[in-house]
């Protein structure tokens, strides 16, 4: 990590580590009676951890080669290593608060264990730690071989990378403190905020700057994806979390929105946070990788643009729809429902556009399993897209809102779209960038496959049935016109399905497992043998493809 | 360089583009793409013409329908409200005996009292009204403050031990730990309270810890839940000789009960719930122990 550094860079480094220790102190003096000094311990640990490494190699040998002939790969590598150590962090999580849901005891009588503090570190474990580390490693590599150009930056892609770990860490422990904005998906408190804002303008920079060095007249799909991602999550981030601290000593803050606008703020971003952060990233993944594994060029790149600037366009419209029926007037609940209805063709045209670039390789999705974890994918985008829509239509959101239909449907897309593509894309990404031949174990990659898929496929079965029986329990009326049923009744129905559910989320935490060993097998393997022309284009050289 | 190519397995040029061997085809939009589009726009536009949508700075458009979710409401609790009226009245009006000897009433009693009880008493009560650990049972026929259905609705609308000004006030006093009975004193009244529904402990070695038991009894206890220790309903004072225990029947929860006493709290309902509401609950809870023999 170090070694690539020069010197002057190495200084660079070691004066923002510094910096932070700085802050991490001021935090910890400022809020030695609140949990905000807990978190200035954690920043100065965290940054005189990284101060080390830096400085135990402050004068080792500088780099020799010119490091603009290769791609910047190093902070892939650890960006992988860390998004499937949340990913396990994260599952886990998810298996013990849906255990939790099944037998409450599980909380064991402690503050930190009850389910209103472990459901968002699982939450911002998978979405944040997980899937944010996988976008940030994948988009550094996608961009640097769409564009045969290096990262345009030696120290960035590392402090991107670990400012943003950090920001998780934050988050996460904060929660098991009692930190918490109580905002859903933007639960981490003002000073963590903060900081991601920082990082994520660096990884904005970076990402453009990398872009217009490109080698390449086009700018390829999968990058205007990744950049809707950041741009976006840029936007969202700051507007939802406008917010007063209590006093520069206290972790806790006051947002500046008040009453319905609140709760329009919120989910304003919380569906756009799945818009942009869970869907746009990712398809800037599936345009890349998919292609790759395939072999096969893109179905239709007309297809790309209209399913681009619709995802774009219409999505940013649409978050009203998780208030419909409530304080919100009527009229913005109609508009975010009919936007989320024309949503669903540019959302289809993006899964089927991914399909359709299958044809010709469909022999490959039967015997490639990491293909395969692709092709599913897209199948179950293309499925909770269509629930997405349907259940933005108030009628039908008057059935499912408040029940597990939600959490099937957020399932359906967390599980079968976002994670299947993820691994995909990491099985796929992983033997070329430790240039081995193939993964260690093409068997354990089949084993994963199923894991995932039959535990995605109880869990979203086990919360369609619990979701759909909870919302005709809570209508049902007698024939005098009185309430059937109890809430206390509809827990009972639930029952079963919470273990499956659990269950569910058991396997797919195994088979996150099996891919950790996996991977970690294949970084240790024996090297292939050199991979030709992947590296930056030279002046005076043709670009040359990879493979 | 834009090169285009034939790709052999569509028959399609390629965009002629090429990123690291990732080509696209120049497929066009399927027509059935954009068929779809525009159903999903039209449906769109048709809602934006029907309903209230978009802003119009101070108000919104309005919609040719003219409605309005808090409208929408407000006209379906009318009506779900004259649905329900008829027996609403009915119950108001008519008195406990009246209600019981009509079997019509009685069904909607058992349907909406399944519903009142499940979401105010279960929580305590247990779903089925069999109680729990420390919470009493109500299907037991064994009642502390009486269990006619007006007493039943009485307690339930003042609560035990509650803020309310009319609460059903009752209180066991720590006998072991205020230091009105000794050690030996406390044992012997437990062994004789246990021996109230257990008759086999009366052996030859427990007959004068028994007898001891029962002078302390009589002195101390007797006040309340009376000579015979069956309880009292007035003071909420509850039978000691049958099988029903809230706390416990076993030699152990007696002597804790009567080392640190015991004050158990039922809220009041009368302001969370309609006099309907609470007049349901009263003969819900009362058919509870009609039910279990």
């Not at chain 1, 422990?173 to 408190?189: D, F, N, P, R």
């Not at chain 1, 643009?305 to 007037?329: D, M």
């Not at chain 1, 240790?524 to 002046?539: F, H, Y």
């Given at each position: 990590m170090?070694?690539?550094?020069?010197?002057?860079?190495r200084?660079?480094?070691?004066?923002?580590?510094?910096l932070?220790?700085?802050?991490?102190v001021?935090?910890?003096?400022?809020?030695?009676?609140?949990p905000?000094?807990v978190?200035?311990?954690?920043?100065?640990?965290?940054s005189?951890?990284?101060?080390?490494l830096v400085?135990?190699?402050?004068?080792?040998p500088e780099?020799?080669?010119?490091?603009?002939?290769s791609?910047?790969d190093?902070?892939?590598k650890?960006g992988?290593a860390?998004?499937m150590?949340?990913?396990v962090?994260?599952?886990?999580?998810?298996?013990w608060?849906?255990?939790q849901?099944?037998w409450p005891?599980?909380?064991f009588?402690?503050a930190?264990?009850?389910?209103?503090?472990?459901?968002?570190?699982h939450?911002?474990?998978?979405?944040f730690?997980?899937g944010?580390?996988a976008l940030?490693?994948?988009?550094?590599?996608v961009v640097q071989?769409?564009?045969?150009?290096?990262?345009a930056g030696?120290?960035?892609p590392?402090?991107v990378?670990?400012g943003?770990?950090?920001?998780c860490l934050?988050?996460?422990s904060?929660?098991?403190?009692?930190?918490t904005q109580s905002?859903e998906?933007a639960e981490a408190?003002?000073?963590?905020d903060l900081?991601l804002?920082i990082?994520?303008?660096v990884?904005?920079?970076l990402y453009?700057?990398?872009?217009a060095?490109?080698k390449?007249?086009?700018i390829?799909?999968a990058?205007w994806?990744?950049?809707?991602f950041i741009?976006?999550?840029a936007?969202?981030h700051?507007?939802n979390?406008l917010?007063?601290?209590?006093s520069w000593?206290?972790?806790?803050?006051?947002?500046?929105?008040?009453?319905?606008?609140d709760a329009m703020?919120?989910?304003?971003?919380?569906?756009?946070?799945?818009a942009f952060?869970?869907?746009s990233?990712?398809l800037?993944?599936?345009y890349?990788?998919l292609?790759?594994r395939a072999g096969r060029p893109?179905f239709?790149?007309?297809?790309?643009i209209?399913?681009?600037?619709g995802?774009?366009?219409?999505?940013?419209?649409v978050?009203?729809h998780?208030?419909h029926?409530?304080a919100l007037p009527?009229w913005v609940q109609n508009?975010?429902?009919t936007?989320?209805v024309m949503?669903?063709?540019?959302?289809?045209a993006?899964?089927g556009?991914a399909?359709?670039t299958?044809?010709?390789?469909w022999?490959k999705?039967?015997?490639?399993?990491?293909?395969r974890?692709?092709?599913?994918?897209?199948?179950?985008?293309?499925?909770?897209t269509f629930?997405?829509?349907?259940?933005?239509?108030?009628?039908?959101?008057?059935?499912?809102h408040?029940?597990d239909?939600?959490i099937?449907?957020?399932?359906?897309?967390?599980l079968?779209?976002v994670?299947?593509i993820?691994?995909g894309s990491?099985?796929?990404?992983v033997p070329a960038l430790?240039?081995?031949?193939?993964m260690?174990?093409?068997t354990l990659?089949e084993?994963?496959f199923w894991?995932?898929?039959?535990?995605?496929?109880?869990?979203?079965?086990?919360?369609?049935?619990s979701?759909?029986?909870q919302?005709?329990m809570?209508r049902t009326?007698?024939?005098?016109?009185?309430?059937t049923?109890s809430?206390?009744?509809?827990?009972?129905a639930?029952y079963?399905y919470y273990?499956?559910?659990a269950?569910?989320?058991?396997l797919?935490?195994?088979?996150a497992i099996?891919?950790?060993?996996?991977?970690?097998?294949?970084a240790?393997?024996?090297?292939?043998a050199?991979v030709?022309g992947?590296g930056?284009a030279?002046?005076?050289v043709a670009?040359?493809p990879?493979? | 360089?834009?090169?285009?190519?034939?790709d052999?397995v569509s028959?399609?040029?390629?965009?002629?583009?090429?990123?690291n061997?990732?080509?696209?085809?120049?497929t066009p939009?399927?027509r059935g793409?954009?068929?779809?589009?525009?159903?999903?726009?039209?449906?769109?536009?048709?809602?934006?013409?029907?309903m209230?949508?978009?802003p119009?700075g101070t108000t919104?458009?309005?919609?040719l329908l003219d409605?309005d979710?808090?409208?929408?409401?407000?006209?379906?609790?009318v009506?779900?409200?004259?649905?329900r009226?008829?027996?609403v009245?009915?119950i108001?009006?008519?008195n406990?005996?009246?209600?019981?000897?009509?079997p019509k009433?009685m069904?909607?009693?058992q349907?909406?009292?399944h519903?009142?009880?499940g979401d105010?008493?279960?929580a305590?009560?247990g779903?089925d009204?069999?109680?729990?650990s420390?919470?009493?049972d109500?299907?037991?026929?064994?009642?502390?403050w009486?269990?006619g259905?007006?007493?039943?609705?009485q307690t339930?609308?003042?609560g035990?031990?509650?803020?309310?000004?009319d609460?059903r006030?009752?209180q066991?006093?720590?006998?072991?730990r205020?230091e009105m009975?000794?050690?030996?004193?406390?044992?012997?009244?437990?062994?004789y309270v246990?021996?109230?529904s257990?008759?086999d402990d009366a052996?030859?070695?427990?007959?004068?810890t028994i007898?001891?038991?029962?002078q302390?009894f009589l002195?101390?206890c007797?006040?309340?839940?009376?000579?015979?220790?069956?309880?009292?309903a007035?003071v909420?004072?509850?039978?000691?000789?049958?099988?029903?225990?809230?706390?416990?029947?076993?030699i152990?929860?007696?002597?804790a009960?009567?080392?640190?006493g015991?004050?158990?709290?039922m809220?009041?309902?009368?302001k969370r719930?309609?006099?309907?509401?609470?007049?349901?609950?009263?003969?819900?809870?009362h058919s509870?122990?009609?039910?279990n023999?």
């Amino acid at each position: 990590m170090v070694a690539q550094l020069t010197s002057s860079e190495r200084q660079y480094c070691a004066v923002i580590l510094i910096l932070m220790v700085i802050v991490g102190v001021a935090m910890a003096a400022l809020g030695k009676s609140d949990p905000l000094g807990v978190h200035g311990v954690i920043v100065i640990v965290y940054s005189g951890v990284l101060l080390y490494l830096v400085l135990s190699a402050f004068y080792g040998p500088e780099p020799q080669e010119d490091r603009q002939a290769s791609y910047y790969d190093d902070p892939i590598k650890v960006g992988i290593a860390l998004s499937m150590a949340w990913a396990v962090f994260g599952m886990f999580m998810g298996v013990w608060v849906a255990s939790q849901l099944a037998w409450p005891n599980l909380a064991f009588d402690a503050a930190w264990s009850t389910f209103g503090r472990l459901r968002p570190t699982h939450t911002t474990g998978v979405i944040f730690g997980f899937g944010g580390n996988a976008l940030i490693a994948t988009s550094f590599h996608v961009v640097q071989r769409t564009s045969r150009a290096r990262l345009a930056g030696q120290i960035s892609p590392w402090f991107v990378l670990f400012g943003f770990n950090l920001f998780c860490l934050l988050a996460v422990s904060g929660y098991l403190i009692g930190v918490t904005q109580s905002k859903e998906y933007a639960e981490a408190e003002w000073y963590a905020d903060l900081w991601l804002v920082i990082v994520w303008v660096v990884y904005f920079i970076l990402y453009i700057r990398t872009l217009a060095r490109r080698k390449e007249p086009h700018i390829y799909v999968a990058n205007w994806y990744y950049l809707a991602f950041i741009l976006v999550v840029a936007i969202l981030h700051i507007v939802n979390n406008l917010a007063i601290p209590v006093s520069w000593g206290h972790a806790k803050s006051y947002t500046i929105w008040a009453g319905v606008q609140d709760a329009m703020v919120q989910w304003w971003y919380g569906h756009n946070a799945v818009a942009f952060f869970l869907t746009s990233g990712f398809l800037g993944m599936l345009y890349y990788y998919l292609p790759v594994r395939a072999g096969r060029p893109i179905f239709s790149y007309r297809l790309s643009i209209l399913s681009f600037w619709g995802i774009t366009f219409f999505y940013i419209w649409v978050g009203s729809h998780h208030l419909h029926y409530t304080a919100l007037p009527h009229w913005v609940q109609n508009l975010g429902m009919t936007f989320s209805v024309m949503l669903l063709v540019p959302s289809w045209a993006s899964a089927g556009n991914a399909l359709l670039t299958l044809n010709g390789a469909w022999h490959k999705v039967r015997d490639d399993a990491t293909l395969r974890f692709m092709f599913v994918a897209a199948v179950f985008y293309g499925l909770a897209t269509f629930e997405g829509s349907f259940l933005a239509i108030r009628p039908v959101n008057s059935l499912s809102h408040y029940t597990d239909w939600t959490i099937g449907h957020v399932h359906a897309g967390a599980l079968g779209w976002v994670a299947l593509i993820t691994f995909g894309s990491l099985y796929t990404l992983v033997p070329a960038l430790w240039k081995r031949p193939a993964m260690y174990s093409a068997t354990l990659v089949e084993v994963h496959f199923w894991l995932a898929l039959a535990g995605t496929l109880i869990y979203v079965f086990a919360m369609w049935n619990s979701g759909i029986i909870q919302g005709l329990m809570w209508r049902t009326y007698t024939e005098d016109g009185t309430l059937t049923y109890s809430f206390v009744d509809t827990l009972v129905a639930m029952y079963p399905y919470y273990i499956a559910r659990a269950f569910g989320g058991l396997l797919f935490l195994l088979g996150a497992i099996v891919a950790c060993y996996n991977i970690w097998m294949t970084a240790r393997g024996a090297p292939a043998a050199a991979v030709v022309g992947d590296g930056p284009a030279q002046s005076g050289v043709a670009p040359a493809p990879a493979e | 360089m834009a090169v285009e190519e034939i790709d052999p397995v569509s028959g399609r040029e390629t965009t002629g583009h090429e990123w690291n061997g990732i080509t696209e085809l120049d497929t066009p939009v399927p027509r059935g793409v954009l068929i779809f589009l525009i159903v999903t726009h039209v449906f769109a536009v048709l809602w934006w013409f029907l309903m209230p949508t978009w802003p119009l700075g101070t108000t919104y458009t309005h919609g040719l329908l003219d409605t309005d979710q808090h409208k929408m409401v407000a006209e379906r609790l009318v009506e779900a409200n004259a649905a329900r009226a008829p027996w609403v009245e009915a119950i108001e009006k008519k008195n406990y005996d009246e209600i019981q000897a009509d079997p019509k009433l009685m069904k909607i009693v058992q349907e909406t009292g399944h519903r009142l009880f499940g979401d105010n008493c279960a929580a305590c009560h247990g779903r089925d009204g069999r109680g729990g650990s420390n919470y009493p049972d109500l299907a037991d026929h064994d009642w502390i403050w009486g269990g006619g259905p007006e007493t039943i609705a009485q307690t339930i609308s003042v609560g035990v031990n509650s803020a309310h000004a009319d609460s059903r006030v009752s209180q066991m006093p720590a006998f072991g730990r205020d230091e009105m009975l000794d050690p030996v004193q406390l044992n012997n009244v437990a062994v004789y309270v246990h021996s109230l529904s257990n008759p086999d402990d009366a052996t030859p070695e427990n007959v004068d810890t028994i007898d001891a038991g029962r002078q302390v009894f009589l002195t101390t206890c007797a006040a309340c839940h009376g000579e015979n220790a069956k309880g009292n309903a007035d003071v909420g004072a509850p039978n000691l000789t049958d099988k029903y225990w809230i706390y416990g029947g076993d030699i152990e929860t007696i002597v804790a009960t009567i080392h640190g006493g015991r004050q158990g709290h039922m809220p009041t309902w009368g302001k969370r719930l309609s006099s309907t509401d609470i007049k349901i609950l009263a003969l819900y809870v009362h058919s509870l122990g009609v039910e279990n023999p």
